[in-house]
């Protein structure tokens, strides 16, 4: 029956009739076509030299006047005017199949690691239907990805989407490919997209590893593959996560970055003739980022988990695709230059991180615990100053003594090497560290509460 319910949909999925158009003018990066009735979203085929010369997949993104509006998944050189224009999939359809992990895959889901070709593999749409809001169970299970300051701090839950924040050079590549590597789900889909062409085989490589790609499908788009492409690799990641969710697991859905997704919609959407808006970014760009993020989520069949990194060059606060994140995530990340210059790796800011859904899936001792810790950050963080350039005399406040001595315990806790986890890693076991720490403090305040001197005595007193 699996089989059979397979042809069934892709007998609907089938385009009834071919459509044809001729093309009519190249602007810039799109194709304008006349008498091509094909709807948006829609794959074509664009028949160079009189259809003798090299085929250009293109997608349907516009209308402007009587011509169809199309972008090339490929260069322009070599279309002209007249060529011949045929419409492809009116709905546009990858595969999907159990068989894609551990492989790394074009924006147009072929392999491109030298594997072989894929095999059992099933159609699915590029764009799935949304999930209905009161269809999403709540979500209260965590979910470990190996990286203490995540796990104790900032907890995840099976279905958040948590952005992380940060600009270029602060190890934000080495972050993900940890949590790919050692993460509870049970497999994780990569979207690279609009990275440099260098960096695809750095992470695999390095980064993610043997074992770490072993149970992970990695979709690529670099940066000078057309817009298009860069949007098709981040739907195409979303769709395989679907998948997999919908088989009944757990999926960490990894995508680098959400930024240069958006900056190749900009592309397109300029391209189709949108009006410019904020900063740049046309309407499009706002419309189709919580349409993507809205398809991460639980399920009564599994999760996906989505972690989106946020390029925050400059000011973060007027940057209008970090303000929009901010705004339809369920938390964020925050990775700090300041502690990066300090050779603190992780650079996790912990005060200025959040987690929207750590309540809901940490115990309340984890919950004391975390919260006692970073009552300390945070009067660390008021007393650095006076502390540098020694205006802060020990003893005028019990709370900065306290954090000032539990300072090197927390950096250690917080801090962690690339290859500092083995294996899976383990939820329970990072809440007992937490608590551990708790202790530790603990003891410190005793001890600095026996070792403070008694007040002088008031007036009246006897001496």
């Known amino acids: 029956m699996p089989l059979l319910d397979q042809a069934i949909a892709a007998i609907d999925l089938a385009d009834p009739l071919q459509m044809r158009g001729t093309v009519a003018e190249v602007l810039g990066l799109a194709v304008h076509v006349a008498d091509l009735t094909a709807p948006i979203g829609a794959m074509t085929r664009i028949l160079t030299q009189g259809g003798h010369g090299p085929v250009v997949e293109a997608e349907v993104v516009g209308f402007n006047n009587e011509q169809t509006v199309l972008m090339p998944l490929g260069p322009t050189q070599g279309i002209r005017r007249g060529d011949s224009v045929l419409s492809e999939q009116s709905v546009p359809l990858v595969r999907v199949g159990h068989s894609l992990r551990g492989r790394v895959l074009s924006a147009s889901g072929q392999p491109i690691d030298g594997k072989g070709p894929l095999t059992q593999t099933s159609l699915r749409p590029l764009a799935a239907v949304p999930i209905d809001p009161l269809e999403r169970p709540s979500i209260n299970v965590p979910l470990a990805v190996g990286i203490r300051a995540v796990d104790a701090m900032t907890s995840l839950g099976r279905g958040q989407r ?87 697991l757990d999926v960490l859905l990894i995508m680098d970055s959400l930024t240069r997704f958006c900056q190749a919609q900009r592309q397109v959407g300029l391209s189709a003739g949108e009006p410019p808006t904020t900063r740049g970014y046309p309407p499009s760009v706002f419309a189709i980022l919580p349409t993507l993020l809205e398809r991460c989520g639980r399920t009564n069949q599994g999760s996906i988990t989505g972690l989106f990194a946020v390029l925050t060059e400059g000011d973060e606060l007027t940057d209008p695709v970090a303000d929009a994140s901010r705004g339809i995530l369920d938390g964020h990340i925050q990775l700090s230059r300041r502690l990066a210059q300090q050779a603190h790796w992780p650079a996790i800011d912990v005060l200025a991180s959040i987690s929207r859904v750590a309540d809901d899936v940490i115990s309340r001792e984890h919950r004391a615990a975390r919260d006692q810790v970073i009552r300390l950050l945070s009067a660390y963080h008021q007393v650095e100053d006076l502390l540098n350039i020694g205006a802060y005399a020990s003893g005028s406040n019990s709370d900065f003594d306290l954090a000032i001595a539990a300072k090197p315990a927390i950096d250690q806790f917080l801090q962690q090497g690339r290859h500092e986890v083995q294996g899976t890693a383990d939820f329970a076991r990072t809440g007992q560290q937490l608590l551990a720490l708790n202790i530790q403090i603990e003891n410190l305040r005793k001890q600095m509460s026996r070792q403070r001197p008694a007040p002088p005595p008031g007036p009246g007193r006897n001496r």
């Open 162 to 248: 948590i952005g992380i924040f940060a600009s270029p050079g602060l190890g934000k590549s080495t972050l993900l490919g940890m949590m790919a590597r050692h993460t509870a789900a049970d497999v994780s889909v990569i979207a690279l997209v609009g990275e440099r062409g260098r960096e695809v085989r750095d992470f695999v490589d390095h980064h993610l590893g043997p074992d770490g790609l072993a149970r992970s499908v990695v979709v690529c788009a670099t940066s000078d593959e057309p817009a298009v492409r860069r949007i098709r690799a981040a739907l195409l990641a979303t769709a395989v996560a679907e998948y997999f969710r919908q088989e009944g």
